[in-house]
């Protein structure tokens, strides 16, 4: 299925690269278009381009598909004189790209950016005005990721590196880098963009921390380990919603499979940081997981399902263990709100109580990940283990049913 390409690789100008729609021994004609006529076309338009006009060349570098855009453009920086244009080409054709920038070096960058004018760097300097003189940095790296040493695009959003380090899902392990950089050092920021990305020269970075996501396979032993309580709670799960006729209810964001995502990740959360529970807890964490949107009856933000589902396990479970019910109530509430309320209720050990809160909203938040990844914020997770098994809360998406 590859076409025939008519190549002139060492053109003084830009290297030409000319997709001629020939498939084997077929071409693809326009309006009947001779041989002859195609070759003189073909021909006509690598000549212009090697003319050197930056608007044609700009026309022509965002015509060429993404396997040979950065090697031609690597290939035209190291032939073309510094200027503004160069600058505003390279960042405009950087920012639509998502790969490929492998094939550049740091001379090909330092070089474009000599050619930066005076009104260009003020404009950078205006859209980095808010922040300090030293800034943290992240950047997401899958396996097929180009190495952060080598890499010159990096983001001011952690929720953006989160993204870029989970969007393939892999078997292997994914990370999240965090690094200080120079505010004087960042070359470009596009803030417009979800990425919020900055561009930067690898040697500009500094006070580098690597930060391990776990695949399936990194976390096997401590999946093996919850597979009994697992295996209750589903039957539980699967139980409850027959009863109130909400089995079948799949394709809504809450509805049992969502429940059943938030119990596994609950219980991987607790295995991955060794919290131990007693019987008690243990129990409570379970109900509370499973009853938690038993009451809900719409997909919108809904302060008031936490109170249903806690009546539904109130009449099935009487009386009522009153944490477990705080947790069923509270979860859809405030941090700020639930942690006033549960002091006054002086409950005993209100500390471990708000530790399974913390779970079960952290657990509840990683199953965000139905809705797409941009649909969480990872810095609002409260356990410093959570956002390490965003992985595999996607991966039970696919892998998890009844």
């Not at 006729?245 to 959360?269: M, Q």
Request: aromatic share 10%; net charge negative.
């Amino acid at each position: 299925l590859s076409s025939l390409y008519y190549c002139e690789p060492q053109n003084p100008t830009i290297p030409i690269v000319l997709n001629l729609q020939i498939y084997g021994d077929k071409r693809l004609s326009i309006a009947n278009e001779s041989d002859e006529a195609f070759q003189n076309r073909i021909l006509s338009i690598a000549k212009a381009i090697s003319e050197g006009n930056v608007k044609r060349i700009r026309s022509y570098l965002f015509s060429l598909e993404d396997s040979f855009r950065v090697s031609v453009l690597s290939q035209y920086i190291k032939n073309a004189e510094p200027s503004t244009e160069l600058y505003d080409l390279f960042m405009d054709y950087y920012k639509l790209t998502d790969y490929g920038f492998k094939n550049l070096n740091e001379a090909d960058i330092r070089k474009v950016l000599s050619g930066k004018s005076e009104e260009q760097k003020k404009k950078t300097a205006e859209k980095l005005r808010k922040f300090p003189d030293t800034i943290t940095v992240y950047r997401g790296e899958g396996s097929k990721s180009t190495p952060y040493t080598q890499s010159f695009s990096w983001t001011v959003s952690y929720k953006a590196a989160c993204f870029f380090a989970c969007r393939l899902p892999s078997a292997e392990d994914s990370t999240i880098v965090s690094a200080e950089v120079s505010k004087d050092d960042i070359i470009e920021f596009f803030p417009e963009r979800n990425e919020a990305e900055v561009v930067i020269l690898p040697s500009a970075v500094k006070s580098v921390k690597v930060d391990t996501l776990y695949s399936l396979e990194s976390v096997e032993e401590e999946i093996l380990e919850i597979m009994p309580l697992y295996q209750a709670g589903r039957e539980e799960i699967r139980h409850l919603y027959a009863v109130h006729g909400k089995l079948d209810a799949n394709g809504s964001g809450h509805d049992a499979l969502h429940t059943l995502r938030v119990l596994f990740n609950a219980l991987l959360l607790l295995e991955m940081d060794g919290i131990m529970l007693s019987e008690e807890e243990t129990q409570m964490l379970m109900d509370a997981v499973i009853y938690h949107d038993i009451g809900r009856t719409n997909d919108y933000v809904d302060d008031s399902h936490g109170k249903a589902s806690r009546d539904i396990y109130a009449a099935d479970r009487k009386p009522e263990n009153p944490g477990t019910g705080f947790l069923i109530e509270y979860h859809c509430l405030d941090d700020a709100v639930a942690r006033r309320d549960l002091e006054a209720l002086s409950l005993p050990n209100v500390d471990r109580i708000w530790l399974l809160y913390t779970i079960l909203k952290d657990a509840d938040a990683l199953d965000r990940v139905r809705f797409g990844l941009r649909y969480l914020n990872p810095k609002y997770l409260r356990n410093d283990t959570a956002h390490k098994i965003l992985p595999v809360a996607q991966l039970c998406l696919e892998h998890l049913t009844f």
